[in-house]
């Protein structure tokens, strides 16, 4: 894990294409204030916000002014939340929101105040008292802005510009194949620093090490210098440092740690004290590295049994954003047998990630970086960098985070070549203890043969393919007897998608037919897939596709889809279809070290 200036320094207070800076991390302990609750709103979908300068808030002046948009008397939504689940009439909604909320501040010309959003789905406009404090773009990462001179003593109003429509450059661009879910889906806060304070760190385990912790602090301020102590009680740890005239300090020391483990999920209590703030985590240490064709965890091989999942409350019907919702979905995915879980097809919520690292449930963490992005227009590439350094930002001590993922399902050509090794470079250089990867899709199958072939995987340190035979792609002859060739051959080969739809329910119709929605036909496929995976020694992991049905407008079948992706082992009302049971059992028979 190398400190590169260059890049903390892009990580910690820069402006990117957006002016919106990278969230300080662990917002969780800090000093906040929260504005989660009702915001009231105005509906906007011609734009006409923008030319009457919504932001400004204006009042009529004269009797005979008259102002055509008001907060008052309008309707309020919860944040967090996706608006769309709120009111009947954002059922479908593609366009702008325009979010109000008042505060109250009593500061401390000492202190610092930032505002900070969990997300925004997927355009945000900041205003604080009718100034712009600056825009977000991208749906799925937090973001903050720091107002301590621009703050007023007493109330003080912020609006936001929420816009959700799809954008061709946009991540992702036009086409996905999941429910646009828009508004502040997570949670908003005012938070209050020092002066100079602990704006991030990095504290895992070095490279294939299981007890010398590596990493860096940053302070950001005024008094850049300090002293610096990092405690772990537990283990009797009282590190001390001094950073540099950067703000930053070189992270060494060794200790006899508990390693974190799917079994074990142990986590130490951290705190870090600078002379001017204190910053506590819960932090645990394991190691993950590749040899050969298998996935080593603390040294020993471990078959990934992973399950996919999107940030969605199947029973709410609405985007996930509570620790309630994480628990709900990973109790699920704890109960299949699963030691880990891709986080599809963008980082999720924090509470996704801690939970599954108090539940000894690995993570892949990936940027929705999807399918027909359009590589080589101006700005994209910008804003796969600002997602990657905003997903690394956030979630680089989670432990229970083993592999960032930078794509998923595009297609071939020199434009994106370049612009996925460059990502994957870049993404090396922030981070070297995980394992990186993208998800491709391209490899070609006749005669029963799959030829794996895309030379991309060769920057990647895992083979990570889907692969929807039985649905998408008929089989050709018997799943046992599937040959299989590799680009690579000494990297670990990992299924990240396979499955097919039912509706939970139906048993009726053909068996053999993919027409008949039924269960059936579903649980076929999962028993012809377990063959196969029999049959492949690089195999170092699955994720079916997925744990449970979601909703996906583009799915429009009137009367087994209904704007739901059935390809779920669940349904939306939490029944188990019969395929979760071939796939339990097979994840059940599975030793721990394979
Ligand atoms: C895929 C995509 C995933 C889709 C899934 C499907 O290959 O990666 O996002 O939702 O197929 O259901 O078609």
Known sequence: MKINLTFLFLFSFCCYIADAQTAMTNVASRKCVSLNGKWQVIIDPTGAGDWRQVWQEKKPERKTDFIEYSFEGGPELSVPGDFNTQLPELKLYEGTVWYKKNFNVSHESSKRLFIYFGAVNYLADVYLNGNLLGKHEGGFTPFQFEISNSVKQGTNTLIVRVNNQRKKDGIPGLGYDWFNYGGITREVNLVETGSTFISDYFIQLGKNSYSSALGWIKLSGKSPSQNITLKIPELNINYKIRSDGEGLAEVKFDA?????????????????????????????????????????????????????????????????????????????????????????HYPHNEHMIKTAEKMGIMVWDEIPVYQRIEFSAPGVAEKMDLMMQEMVTRDKNR??????????????????????????????????????????????????????????????????????????????????????????????????????????????????????????YQENIYKDQVAMFGTMKELSGVFPWLLTDYRSSGRMHPVYQKGWNRKGLISDKGEKKKAWYILFDYYNSIKNNY
């Open 256 to 344: 006899d740690f508990k390693l974190w483990s799917p079994e074990n999920p142990k986590l130490y209590k951290i705190i870090i004290q600078c002379e001017t703030d204190t910053i506590t985590d819960e932090i645990g240490f394991r190691s993950i590295g590749t040899k050969g064709t298998k996935v080593l965890l603390n040294g020993k091989p471990v078959f990934l049994k992973g399950i996919n999942i999107h940030e969605e409350n199947p029973l709410r019907a609405a985007r996930a954003y509570s620790e309630s919702d994480a628990i709900l979905l990973l109790k699920w995915a704890k109960e299949l047998g699963c030691n880990i879980v891709r986080l599809a």
């Open 399 to 520: 432990c229970s985070v083993v592999i960032w993922s930078l794509s998923n399902e595009t297609d071939s050509s020199p434009d994106r070549d370049k612009a996925l090794t460059d990502l994957t470079d870049k993404c090396r250089k922030l981070d070297s203890t995980r394992l990186i990867t993208s998800v491709i899709n391209d490899e070609e199958y006749n005669n029963n043969v799959m030829n794996v072939w895309d030379t991309l995987y060769r920057h990647f340190d895992l083979i990570t393919l889907n692969e929807y035979l039985g649905w998408y792609v008929p089989w050709q002859g018997k799943a046992g007897d599937i040959k299989w060739n590799f680009i690579c051959h000494d990297k670990p080969v990992i299924i990240t998608e396979f499955g097919g739809e039912a509706l939970y329910g139906n048993n009726s119709g053909p068996k053999d037919e993919a027409q008949s929605w039924n269960e059936e």
